[in-house]
């Protein structure tokens, strides 16, 4: 750790910052049995991929189905429930309380978020700021927006913590040489385990502390 620069916690949000996952679960598993009827768990298979990366891989050549699914996900995130994962409030005002630079690292689009900060208008109070998927040209699992986090708050990689859930995700940390925080509230604990310095299912029971010592 550089003791000359600032220490930086950053967020993924679906699945670490807000319990969104099993919503969209929901919502995909749904698109499968539409458009995939031979793929079993089709919101698992998407889980933790950029809208952008779904197309290419599931829905190339398909205009008229990217734009329907693209309509029905927005209307979709405008009625969902925006829940805090248990324990991050407190954690994140311990972090602020000791100087932590905060931000939040999200695929999620500006659309997405005026939805979140509508639900949430505190939550901007909470971080020191908010990176989104049109501040990066590479999403997850490239590292280009956790490496960006660590520009912004002017500080290295070594005194960055990310906490992640997704495998993209935790690949896109990993690839930035920042210590990860597994969140296993999207996968098992043992699915990501070999993924991150250590798991946890919300944070409860975690602190600064226990975030500083995994830089040590």
Not at 4 to 22: H, P, Q, R, S, Y
Not at 39 to 52: E, S, V
Not at 95 to 113: E, F, P, Y
Request: charged share 25%; glycine share 6%; hydrophobic share 45%.
């Amino acid at each position: 750790m550089d003791k000359t620069k600032c220490i930086a916690a950053l967020f993924d949000f679906d699945g670490v910052v807000m319990d969104t996952e099993t919503q969209y679960s929901i919502f995909w598993d749904e698109i499968g049995r539409q458009y995939f009827p031979q793929i079993k768990d089709f919101g698992r298979i998407i889980k933790g991929q950029t809208l952008t990366q779904i197309y290419a891989k599931h829905f190339s050549g398909m205009e008229k189905e990217q734009q329907e699914i693209t309509a029905r996900l927005n209307q979709f995130e405008k009625e969902m429930s925006f829940n805090y994962i248990p324990g991050v409030v407190a954690f994140m005002e311990d972090l602020r309380a000791h100087g932590v630079k905060i931000a939040i690292v999200t695929s999620s689009n500006d659309l997405k978020m005026a939805n979140v900060y509508k639900a949430h208008p505190e939550l901007k109070e909470l971080v020191d700021r908010i990176l989104t998927a049109e501040m990066f040209a590479r999403s997850k699992p490239a590292p280009d927006c956790f490496l960006l986090g660590a520009e912004v708050f002017d500080t290295v990689v070594e005194n960055c913590v990310v906490f992640e859930d997704s495998f993209h995700g935790l690949e896109a940390g990993n690839a930035a040489n920042m210590a990860v925080v597994g969140l296993c509230t999207t996968n098992s604990a043992e699915a990501i385990a070999d993924k991150c310095k250590l798991v946890i299912p919300d944070f409860t029971a975690f602190s600064f502390e226990k975030m500083k010592a995994l830089l040590a």
